[in-house]
């Protein structure tokens, strides 16, 4: 069973930055696309970012210039940087890597953003 792990959320003040790491326990080149999502209580989860294995990267609108993936195959993980944080941003994240049209989820890192 593939596991995923996301760590390095925690509180920042707006205008801060925090790095969130994704590690997979497999290949992450077998996975169609390595995706970070989020979800607010009361809001609908939406996609942040996600990078496919031939390395396009997509973004929502509303972190494009703010927020960065990027992986590291050796280490099988999947990076978020996010800058300049707004409250905005506090939601529970959520490393997903999918093979067609099985995915698999991590159980999630906590980002709150103080104003």
């Known amino acids: 069973q593939v596991q995923l792990v996301e760590s390095g959320g925690g509180l920042v003040q707006a205008g801060g930055s925090l790095s969130l790491s994704c590690a997979v326990s497999?290949?992450?080149?077998?996975?169609?696309?390595v995706t970070w999502y989020r979800q607010a209580p009361g809001n609908e989860r939406e996609l942040v970012a996600r990078?496919?294995?031939?390395?396009?990267?997509t973004y929502a609108d509303s972190v494009k210039g703010r927020f960065t993936i990027s992986r590291d195959g050796a280490a099988n993980t999947v990076y978020l940087q996010m800058n300049s944080l707004a409250s905005e941003d506090s939601a529970r994240y959520y490393c997903?890597?999918?093979?067609?049209?099985?995915?698999?989820w991590g159980p999630g890192t906590q980002v709150t953003v103080s104003s």
């Open positions: 997903t890597a999918n093979i067609f049209s099985r995915q698999f």
């Open positions: 497999e290949n992450i080149f077998k996975f169609n696309a």
């Open positions: 990078i496919n294995v031939g390395g396009t990267r």
